[in-house]
């Protein structure tokens, strides 16, 4: 099993930052390949909304959904049933010991996982395994070294320091995105395309959507409880921070960007 703990948890404000999530706003790298028949699976799907959204794409195939954690797969579950969505599975799993046969998939996606975990390579290893050959296995990951904003602001240049700090303490790489294409040439896949993406949030909805999760998040996930646990940060820092989040939020001129590493290996 993982050895690494999840950065994020699973509180409300976390799903609820998942639960905006697209195939076209997330994995729009990968929908070109996408062919009507083909098998996917959607490996740390999460709550599935984007998952359910790749159905779509693949009328006469099948998506598979799998996540270690089965209570936030109930709201994926609902998520497919509430649209009709019928060619869709969901399963808990260990992503670095998959259920399924070697070459079950044409397709397997991760979409922010491998930046959480203790061993990228043997993950990316076990995605090739299920991948049949000619298939493709498809990778996006945040990199927070490439998180930018304006205007400027002491409390979110330290929440990026500690963020950093605690998925690091945690046993994971934040700065992942830079890293796939060296992680998926360890895993022993030599067909790999690079690109890259941005999330940029420069709306008022969209500013006071982003700093009211995180101002949350710093709080209230279990980002603010191993930092608190770890020594890293103390509560009334943490509420500090997320005061700061607030604050920025309210800015006329605030504009927020978010860098992402993708790549598509052919197998």
Not at 25 to 50: K, T, W
Not at 125 to 142: D, F
Not at 236 to 248: C, F, I, P, V
């Amino acid at each position: 099993m993982e050895s690494a703990t999840y950065t994020h948890g699973h509180h409300p404000s976390v799903l609820r930052a998942h639960t905006w999530r697209t195939a076209r706003n997330s994995v729009a790298f990968v929908l070109p390949h996408v062919q009507p028949a083909m098998r996917i699976l959607d490996l740390g799907c999460g709550p599935g909304s984007i998952t359910v959204d790749l159905a779509a794409y693949v009328p006469s195939g099948h998506i598979t959904g799998v996540d270690a954690v089965g209570s936030v797969l109930e709201q994926a579950r609902a998520l497919a049933q509430s649209r009709g969505v019928r060619n869709i599975t969901f399963t808990t799993g260990d992503a670095n010991a998959l259920p399924f046969a070697d070459g079950a998939f044409d397709l397997v996606l991760v979409h922010q996982m491998l930046q959480h975990v203790a061993d990228p390579v043997a993950i990316l290893r076990e995605m090739k395994r299920v991948t049949q050959r000619g298939g493709l296995v498809a990778v996006r990951e945040a990199d927070f070294g490439g998180f930018i904003f304006h205007p400027r602001s002491a409390p979110l240049d330290r929440w990026m320091e500690l963020y950093a700090a605690v998925a690091r303490r945690n046993g994971g790489e934040p700065h992942a995105g830079r890293r796939l294409h060296v992680w998926a040439r360890q895993a022993g896949l030599t067909d790999v395309a690079c690109s890259s993406s941005t999330w940029c949030y420069a709306t008022r909805d969209e500013i006071q959507w982003w700093s009211g999760l995180w101002a949350e998040r710093t709080v209230a996930s279990s980002l603010a409880q191993t930092a608190e646990a770890h020594g890293l940060a103390s509560a009334d820092e943490l509420a500090e921070l997320s005061a700061g989040w607030e604050a920025w939020g309210e800015e006329e001129e605030a504009w927020f960007s978010c860098l992402h590493g993708e790549i598509i290996c052919r197998v």
